[in-house]
């Protein structure tokens, strides 16, 4: 009778034990589902998203727009200017540098902002550009500054023509999104928000960003927070999936994967109570 109950007992606990893990296995299933769908969205990433770059090979030179012109002030010294003479005329060298530009005055001019000896100093300016392109598929917003100061404040309609060539010179390669970085890479192509001008004779920054409206499945891949997003009603169990890529803005990959292993150390510890 002994030895029965020995056996009842033992197939009972072999019973529960097999019950327990095929609990487990189940759970490690359902758990896993979120993971895979993830994983299956990610794959589909090249069929189901789309292109919202802004492409500046698209911008057109002739539709950038001079909207401000500014003068940053700088106080020059007369103590600083070295006199020479070239070709036979008198020419006033500041000694200060600008760069690989020089800022040079000739006799007229010197004796124009230093009449006597008792003007020590006088204001040169920097010339500060402000430029705006606008189309359906994207705009630019860019601001350079002439690295050699002026006497006085004006500009020239050549610097604005070269400004703009400039400025597409520096996007016609680029892919512009709405990063909140300066730069990424991304999808073996390198998406860009802000470019920056640096020449022999201009500094400066061009920011660009993406208008084109997102399509239906947008908002579930890991880069829908470089764009445009648009407020709709989404499947809660596939935003939630989504959110598993560690990629994603706002991933809860590593809160949900810790939980995975929690699960995985309570199903072992369990395991060495019930034997």
């Not at 997003?229 to 949900?256: D, G, M, W």
Request: with cysteine; glycine share 6%.
């Amino acid at each position: 009778m002994v030895k029965y109950y020995i056996i009842i007992g033992s197939r009972l606990k072999c019973e529960r034990r097999n019950f327990v893990i095929k609990y487990y296995i189940v759970i490690g299933i359902i758990y896993m589902i979120p993971y895979m769908i993830m994983i299956g969205i990610s794959c589909l990433k090249d069929k189901l998203e789309t292109d919202r770059n802004f492409y500046g090979k698209d911008i057109d030179p002739k539709e950038i727009k001079l909207i401000n012109v500014s003068y940053e002030k700088l106080k020059i010294e007369r103590k600083k200017f070295e006199k020479c003479t070239e070709m036979g005329q008198i020419k006033y060298i500041y000694t200060q540098n600008f760069g690989d530009e020089q800022l040079i005055l000739s006799e007229e001019e010197y004796n124009k902002y230093f009449p006597d000896m008792f003007v020590d100093t006088a204001i040169a300016y920097f010339i500060i550009y402000k430029f705006a392109y606008d189309s359906p598929k994207g705009m630019l917003e860019a601001e350079t500054k002439l690295i050699k100061p002026t006497m006085e404040k004006k500009y020239e309609e050549d610097d604005v023509k070269e400004v703009k060539g400039l400025i597409y010179e520096s996007c016609k390669n680029k892919l512009f999104a709405d990063l909140y970085r300066s730069e990424s890479y991304y999808n073996g192509r390198t998406i860009t928000h802000r470019v920056y001008i640096n020449t022999k004779k201009r500094e400066g920054t061009i920011t660009g960003k993406s208008k084109i409206k997102p399509g239906r499945y947008d908002w579930m891949f890991s880069d829908s927070s470089w764009y445009p997003e648009e407020a709709k009603k989404r499947n809660r169990f596939l935003s939630f999936c989504t959110y598993l890529n560690p990629n994603k803005r706002n991933s809860i990959f590593l809160p949900y994967f810790t939980i995975g292993i929690l699960g995985i150390i309570i199903n072992w510890m369990f395991n060495l109570i019930i034997k």
